[in-house]
């Protein structure tokens, strides 16, 4: 039920071309964790390395007590049901249409039959939003939709983690609120251990319960949501912020001329650190802890206006709606 991922000492190259560097975290059972980093910093390669697809060069990758890296092909081969995996690019086959698409972990990896396939092809579309897109071909569907068939495509499998690459590159911000709340109403109900990268600010202030950073070919940091949001540390303040004042230049790193001609420049304060955002039918949040738990544990006065009520997420975001069909309507 949700299991625990423990990454140590992790450093990928490509040839002479360092990705990352001893990457040391763990993603707790059953918690949304979310990875963010600018382009090029090597999400989708650190994605691909839990999953076993790319062999790192150092460190390791345990869960349930078998490090992954280590693991003959066959016994990596079992571990891998244990995961749904979103691409970045969805990653569908362009000859098969969505139903197919959809139905293909299933028949790859279990012997249920055709109309027990069906039964979970149609629940887990319904569930994305796609219901009466069955027979589109990847080709002939939007970015959005291509993305949901593969979130769709990820889930038939009831995965215990969940890596989910970049869900709302694509989606207008409506859908990115709902595919928000549909995450963490999936939290609250499958128990998954989730990793989520995005490029969304919005989102990650209030979806996840820890939140990393890549930056400069290591972890910058990783932990609780609140101790990111209330952080003083150069970088992951100016990225969280999406500011253009501190370390992170157009290509990385400033140089130190720039720097220099930052010095002196007030950074604007930090904003309040929003509620995060509960599920749709008010069930507790599998990992839900206090508002302002982690800051008052920690001693960090939070930034003026945290953690008020009204204050809590993605606006607009219907309680009562149901997720599946907002998600279809009018795509
Ligand atoms: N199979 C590969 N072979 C060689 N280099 C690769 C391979 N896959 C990725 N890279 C390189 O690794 C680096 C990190 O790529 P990655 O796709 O992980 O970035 P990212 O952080 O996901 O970026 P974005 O936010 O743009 O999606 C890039 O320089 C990329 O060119
Ligand atoms: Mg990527």
């Excluded at 092909?73 to 990653?91: N, P, S, T, W």
């Excluded at 068939?149 to 890596?163: F, Q, S, T, Y």
């Excluded at 490029?199 to 910058?220: E, Q």
Aim: hydrophobic share 40%; charged share 20%.
């Amino acid at each position: 039920m949700g299991v625990a991922i423990e990454v140590t000492g992790l450093t990928k190259s490509f040839g002479s071309q360092k990705i990352w560097n001893d990457v040391t975290l763990t993603l707790p059972a059953g918690e949304i964790s979310v990875m963010l980093g600018p382009s090029g910093t090597g999400k989708s390669v650190f994605l691909k390395t839990l999953v076993g697809l790319l062999k790192p060069d150092a460190g390791s990758i345990v869960i349930n007590g078998d490090d992954l890296v280590t693991l003959k092909e066959h016994d990596l081969y079992e571990v891998r049901k244990l995961f749904g995996v979103l691409f970045q690019d969805g990653a569908l086959f362009g000859s098969m249409n969505l139903y197919d698409n959809v139905a293909f972990p299933l028949r790859e990896h279990t012997k249920k039959s055709e109309s027990e396939v069906r039964r979970i092809v149609l629940e887990k579309m319904d569930l994305v939003g796609l219901s009466g897109a069955e027979d589109k071909l990847p080709g002939e569907i939007s970015g959005g939709m291509r993305k949901r068939a593969g979130l769709a495509r990820a889930l038939v499998l009831d995965p215990e983690i969940l890596l989910i690459d970049e869900p709302d590159s694509g989606l207008d911000p409506v859908r990115t609120s709902y595919i928000n709340q549909l995450f963490i109403d999936l939290n609250a109900q499958i128990d998954a251990t989730f990793l989520i990268v995005t490029h969304d600010i919005n989102s990650t202030r209030t979806v996840p319960d820890n939140i990393g950073l890549l930056y400069h070919k290591h972890l910058a940091m990783f932990g609780p949501r609140e101790m990111l949001l209330s952080s003083e540390e150069p970088v992951v303040r100016q990225f969280l912020n999406a500011q253009t004042i501190g370390p992170i230049g157009m290509s990385e790193e400033k140089d130190a001329d720039e720097l220099a001609a930052e010095s002196g420049q007030e950074l604007p304060p930090l904003p309040p650190i929003p509620l995060q955002l509960g599920t749709s039918d008010g069930r507790p949040r599998r990992a839900a802890k206090p508002a302002g738990e982690w800051c008052r544990a920690h001693g960090v006065t939070p930034p003026p206006g945290s953690f008020l009520s009204g204050n809590a997420g993605v606006p607009g975001v219907s309680q009562s709606v149901e997720v599946s069909t907002a998600l279809g309507a009018a795509t």
